[in-house]
């Protein structure tokens, strides 16, 4: 079931600005669409939220809601506490970074910087 949750984002002077948006919440994770992301023929990108940071979970977006909330289920069986706002443990913390952004990438998550590096829906 969707709920609003509160996320953080870059404007575009580059300032962090606080949104709230409709989110599928799984665990302590939020999947969203993401703001301003849009594949080459217009479909919705999407997200996925650390909640109690309100800060990206995972540096990659998706195609598919679908597809986002697999990785938040997978990214859930880690042992993580995601209802905690930081993770303490620097060592943790590296690996766990690690370990987020290849599971997102084995379900085809990519990076944007530029309208250019944006896919066309259904690539992978």
Known sequence: MEQQVSIWCIDAAGEPIKRTVD???????????????????????????????????????????????????????????????????????QHLALAIKAISALFGGYLVDHAIDEPAAGSA
């Not at 995972?58 to 993580?80: C, G, H, R, W």
């Open 23 to 93: 989110a599928l919440v799984i665990g302590g994770l939020a999947v969203h669409s993401a703001a301003g992301i849009k594949t080459s023929d217009g479909a919705p990108s999407y997200s996925i939220t650390h909640i109690a940071s309100g800060k990206r979970a995972s540096p990659l977006y998706f195609e598919s809601k679908e597809t986002a909330q697999k990785v938040a289920e997978i990214l859930t069986l880690l042992p993580v506490d995601w209802s905690a706002c930081q993770f303490d443990d620097p060592y943790a913390r």
